[in-house]
């Protein structure tokens, strides 16, 4: 009886080791109880489609971490459905990452909004992107056959309320400082400010040089770009609910309890160190300190380096003065595949289409000889003489081509971009296959359904010169070029107050997904510190007249200056403004070197007071916001209302004309072989004249 009873308890004791959550461990090994997060919900909201035709397809992507533990992931599906929509008939079949789990028949033809939650199979799911993706057939009331496939009245709406909401858990604390990097930077900890930088209040701009490479570095790699992190003080360390802090400071400037971690951890006058600590109750701190700011800079860039970071699997890590850390130099590709490593494939009939979001520098723009080579395969059941493929740019219509019985095996296409369409910066770009097949709905032969296949050989070639206009449409231009921070002087008040380091955050933090790595030159100076170097960069100076007196010396070369008490922005011939109203106002304005230094800019992000500060801060600082700015000044005022002007000349267009020609492969070949005609008709025109004996005499020529 004992003996059993024995049993049972080893047994109860083993299955409940077992059945535990893996437990972390905090810094210096001790481990924690078996802690898990509280159960968040993390939600992607779709965007409105509008799905048309007998057959239609509409997708959704959404993201698993890493270090989720997922419960539960919940569709809610919010739709509406043609009036016309015979319900015994039509549905809606849903499927993730390629494979189908729940059909649903509309509700009712009553044209209202309809909304139903579906739980989508855990069994399905990656790490990563996944798909979730709705076709639709909808069939209308007294349908005629063969000619139901073409109607208008065929339509589904998907609303944008409908969501994706992925219920999840995971280890409280992190144990090495590659998964407490992977942590920072996760889109829950954006999207709900559990990230933050945190620098001393003092007058050491190394703290924030090193603060901003940080996020930029850190930004570069993030999937979604909505959330920032915001740069707090050691001060209101205690206030601060963040759960993952990184502490960026100069030894002398730690608090104690950090100080003795890098004492421990063998701190030297040289080099930086970074140190991970656990501090209990799901906080984790990545400690970066060092006794020099050379080295302290250092670290922050160092953030940058997604591949050296995620090789730092121990809590401490010493980097040496010498130590490279930079990442490697990108430039402006001109060869750019999208359909993916695996493809990209097209499956239903009629019209399928696919987007793909092209990355390239904010300060170039498309020329001629840019063009798509798309490699591709479709079924061979199509009605050939209404097939097609076609691309577009940015919803605009770039070229088609009708496929072909023959080709269905493997066909390819290279479409030229016209001139005409004008392309900055990053653009999408979408791929259709309309696949007839001749009387779909007499027969539905639902096993023949058509495909498409675009191979992963299908890119874009890229032909492209450097935006010579300074104005926002190219913006973070000229501060960013070819992905990387260019020579930028950040010139800030001697006292950084909590709403213009919240403003630096979230401007740096929509620059930094504007680069690629961390070789950019960035440094941060006080308004006195204006040095030689300083007089030949790209400057941003942020503030008010009263806090940076860079900003109060440089007013009469302000479009929108400030009144004499610095309270109010002042009226101009663009504009005229109500004493009282100016002193609501934030204001950017990108002026031409301030030292008339060549190919040089200056953008001054200025306001009377913070109130103005924060209201140009919501749009230099949102990506989503960007597009509503234009020209080369900007005017928000506290009320979220955007005013744009151009004060500056457009740039010649003849010298982009003379760029484009240097990269045109065509106009290379042409100047080549006329100067090679040049020179033979010179040539040969030489030996005529010796071969005669033709002399130039005075008098003229003579033999």
């Given at each position: 009886m004992k003996k059993t009873t024995i049993t049972i308890m080893l047994l109860g004791m083993l299955l409940a080791l077992l059945t535990q959550p893996v437990s972390a461990v905090n810094y210096g090994?001790?481990?924690?109880?078996e802690a898990r997060s509280e159960a968040q919900t993390f939600v992607t909201n779709f965007s409105d489609h509008s799905m048309k035709g007998l057959f239609s397809t509409t997708e959704q992507t959404f993201w698993i971490a890493k270090d989720w533990d997922v419960e539960t992931v919940q569709l809610h599906l919010e739709y509406r459905a043609t009036q016309l929509a015979d319900t015994q008939l039509s549905s809606l079949t849903v499927a993730i990452n390629g494979t189908y789990f729940?059909?649903?028949?509309?509700?009712?033809?009553?044209?209202?909004?309809?909304?139903?939650?579906?739980?989508?199979?855990?069994?399905?799911l990656q790490q990563g992107y996944n798909n979730i993706r709705i076709d639709g057939y909808m069939r209308t009331q007294e349908a005629q056959p063969c000619v139901d496939d073409v109607s208008e009245a065929n339509w589904l709406d998907i609303f944008k309320e409908s969501t994706v909401s992925v219920k999840f858990d995971k280890n409280v604390f992190t144990t090495s400082i590659e998964s407490f990097y992977n942590r920072f930077l996760e889109v829950d900890a954006l999207r709900y400010w559990e990230s933050a930088l945190i620098i001393p209040d003092t007058d050491n701009q190394a703290e924030l040089n090193a603060a901003l490479l940080g996020i930029s570095g850190?930004?570069?790699?993030?999937?979604?770009?909505?959330?920032?992190?915001?740069?707090?003080?050691?001060?209101?360390?205690?206030?601060?609910?963040?759960?993952?802090?990184?502490?960026?400071?100069?030894?002398?400037?730690?608090?104690e309890k950090y100080r003795s971690q890098a004492d421990q951890n063998g701190i030297n006058d040289e080099d930086a160190l970074l140190?991970?600590?656990n501090e209990g109750s799901g906080i984790n701190t990545l400690m970066i300190t060092a006794k020099n700011d050379i080295a302290l800079i250092n670290a922050g860039r160092m953030l940058g380096n997604p591949d050296l970071m995620k090789q730092l699997q121990s809590t401490v890590k010493q980097l040496g003065k010498t130590e490279d850390?930079?990442?490697?130099?990108?430039a402006a590709e001109t060869y750019i595949s999208f359909a993916g490593s695996e493809g990209t494939y097209y499956n239903g009939a009629f019209r399928q289409v696919k987007e793909f979001a092209i990355n390239y520098p904010s300060n170039r723009r498309l020329t001629n000889a840019s063009e798509f080579y798309l490699s591709y395969r479709y079924s061979e059941n199509l009605d050939f003489d209404r097939s097609l493929m076609t691309v577009y740019i940015n919803d605009i219509p770039v070229g088609s081509r009708k496929l072909a019985q023959h080709k269905a095996g493997g066909d390819e296409a290279t479409i030229a971009i016209p001139t005409d369409i004008d392309i900055g910066g990053s653009f999408q770009v979408k791929v259709s296959f309309d696949l007839e097949i001749k009387d779909l709905w007499c027969s539905l032969r639902q096993g023949d359904m058509p495909w498409a296949y675009l191979t992963p050989n299908t890119m874009l070639k890229i032909n492209s010169v450097a935006s010579q206009d300074l104005i926002f449409e190219n913006y973070p231009s000229p501060f960013v070029t070819d992905y990387s921070y260019n020579a930028l002087s950040l010139v800030v008040p001697n006292q950084l107050d909590q709403e213009t380091a919240k403003l630096l955050a979230k401007m740096f933090r929509v620059m930094g997904r504007f680069t690629k790595g961390n070789t950019g030159q960035l440094s941060v100076l006080y308004p006195g510190e204006m040095?030689?170097?300083?007089?030949?960069?790209?400057?941003?100076?942020?503030?008010?007249?009263?806090?940076?007196?860079?900003?109060?010396s440089n007013n009469d070369k302000l479009f929108f200056s400030f009144s004499e008490d610095g309270n109010s922005l002042l009226s101009n011939?663009?504009?005229?403004?109500?004493?009282?109203?100016?002193?609501?106002?934030?204001?950017?304005?990108?002026?031409?070197?301030?030292?008339?230094?060549?190919?040089?800019a200056s953008l001054m992000v200025v306001a009377p007071n913070q109130k103005g500060l924060v209201a140009i801060g919501n749009n230099l600082g949102e990506m989503k916001n960007l597009g509503r700015l234009s020209g080369d000044a900007v005017l928000t005022d506290t009320n979220g209302n955007?005013?744009?002007?151009?004060?500056?000349?457009?740039?010649?267009?003849?010298?982009?004309?003379?760029?484009?020609?240097?990269?045109?492969?065509?106009?290379?070949?042409?100047?080549?072989?006329?100067?090679?005609?040049?020179?033979?008709?010179?040539?040969?025109?030489?030996?005529?004249?010796?071969?005669?004996?033709?002399?130039?005499?005075?008098?003229?020529?003579?033999?």
């Open positions: 090994g001790v481990a924690q109880s729940y059909s649903l028949r509309p509700a009712d033809n009553t044209g209202n909004r309809h909304g139903i939650d579906i739980t989508v199979p855990l069994e399905f850190i930004s570069n790699q993030t999937i979604y770009p909505d959330g920032y992190f915001p740069i707090l003080n050691l001060g209101d360390l205690a206030e601060n609910l963040q759960k993952n802090r990184i502490i960026i400071a100069s030894y002398d400037q730690l608090p140190v991970l600590v850390i930079k990442t490697q130099v990108y040095n030689e170097a300083a007089l030949f960069s790209n400057i941003i100076a942020v503030g008010t007249a009263d806090n940076n007196s860079f900003i109060r011939e663009k504009l005229v403004i109500d004493p009282a109203y100016g002193k609501t106002l934030g204001s950017a304005q990108l002026l031409s070197s301030l030292y008339n230094k060549a190919g040089r955007v005013l744009t002007y151009r004060f500056k000349a457009p740039k010649n267009p003849t010298i982009a004309v003379v760029q484009q020609i240097a990269v045109s492969q065509d106009a290379q070949i042409f100047l080549v072989v006329s100067i090679m005609v040049l020179i033979l008709l010179a040539v040969g025109l030489i030996m005529v004249v010796r071969k005669h004996g033709i002399e130039l005499k005075k008098g003229g020529w003579r033999k």
